[in-house]
């Protein structure tokens, strides 16, 4: 097929939707409706003469030739995107969206946003914070930091470790006032815990710290570190959380780590669809991050 006749319409609809797995997820990519992007793919499948998807009950699944057209598609649409990324950031751009962890935004960006502007003042940091995967197209945050227990991969990225998370329990100075200070790590069940997402956490450490107890099944739950750290500040109970997101509040004495039980939980990993080819306010964030979160820090 020549050039100047590629049906490049159904070549994008058909790349959303193969990409996605999904219809209404691609046509809500596109700002199309579902029907524009179904006929669209059913044109291509046309003019190709074979099918490309097979239709299940609210899914769809590529064909092996629509397998194969998908990766060059992809592959191409992405490359294009590049460069035009690299092109605008020729006109100087100063927006930078980082796509990041709620707690990590919270505990440690915000607080260290200052540094990096006084030393890239050219630079805004658009701070979505967001621990949903996201797929780094038009629109979407150029990097973004993410938290996993054991994965270092995700779909057509790469990732780079920041660090290695190590918890601690922390509590205010106030509450221990009020509760006094525990002096083995089996005195902190009798007390109020505050959780992130889950009770897994507790569970593992004390599992680390050697104690035995019956399943915990009190406390309040928090959707992220931040508002935990939120809560233990208030004096609500005793959180566990990240060592070096929590390490400025123990400095000023604002919290106080009750315990140093060796306890690794998953990592921070700094992710882009290619490292490699970041614009230079992203280079400049990245080169940042990596710095600053060097050891110690």
């Not at 592959?75 to 930078?96: I, N, P, Q, Y």
């Not at 003042?121 to 938290?147: C, H, K, Q, T, W």
């Not at 490699?276 to 050891?295: H, M, N």
Request: net charge neutral.
């Amino acid at each position: 097929m020549k050039r100047g006749r590629l049906p490049l319409t159904a070549l994008r609809s058909f790349e959303a939707a193969g990409r996605l797995e999904n219809i209404t997820k691609a046509a809500e990519e596109l700002f199309v409706s579902q029907a524009a992007v179904s006929r669209q793919v059913r044109e291509l499948e046309a003019i190709l003469g074979q099918k490309l998807f097979v239709r299940q009950h609210r899914r769809i699944r590529l064909t092996q030739a629509g397998s194969t057209l998908l990766g060059v598609l992809t592959d191409g649409f992405d490359r294009m995107e590049d460069c035009l990324k690299l092109l605008s950031a020729s006109h100087e751009t100063t927006v930078l969206t980082v796509s990041v962890e709620p707690g990590f935004a919270a505990m440690w960006l915000v607080q260290n946003l200052a540094d990096f502007r006084n030393r890239h003042p050219a630079i805004d940091v658009n701070v979505d914070a967001d621990g949903r995967l996201i797929e780094f197209r038009s629109g979407d945050a150029e990097l973004a930091i993410r938290f996993s227990e054991a994965k270092s991969k995700w779909p057509r990225t790469q990732a780079r470790r920041l660090y290695d998370i190590h918890l601690a329990p922390v509590a205010s100075p106030e509450l221990l006032k009020k509760i006094g200070h525990p002096r083995h790590p089996a005195d902190l069940l009798q007390f109020t815990l505050l959780h992130e997402e889950d009770r897994i956490i507790w569970r593992d450490w004390f599992a680390a710290a050697q104690v035995e107890h019956d399943p915990i099944q009190h406390g309040p739950l928090f959707a992220d570190g931040g508002l935990v750290m939120q809560a233990m500040l208030d004096g609500q109970g005793i959180g566990i959380l990240d060592k070096r997101l929590v390490a400025r509040e123990v400095a000023n004495g604002r919290l106080v780590q009750l315990f140093d039980v060796p306890f690794q939980f998953g990592t921070y990993w700094l992710v882009a669809r290619n490292l490699s080819k970041l614009s230079p306010a992203g280079a400049d964030f990245a080169s940042w991050l990596t710095t600053r979160l060097g050891p110690g820090t």
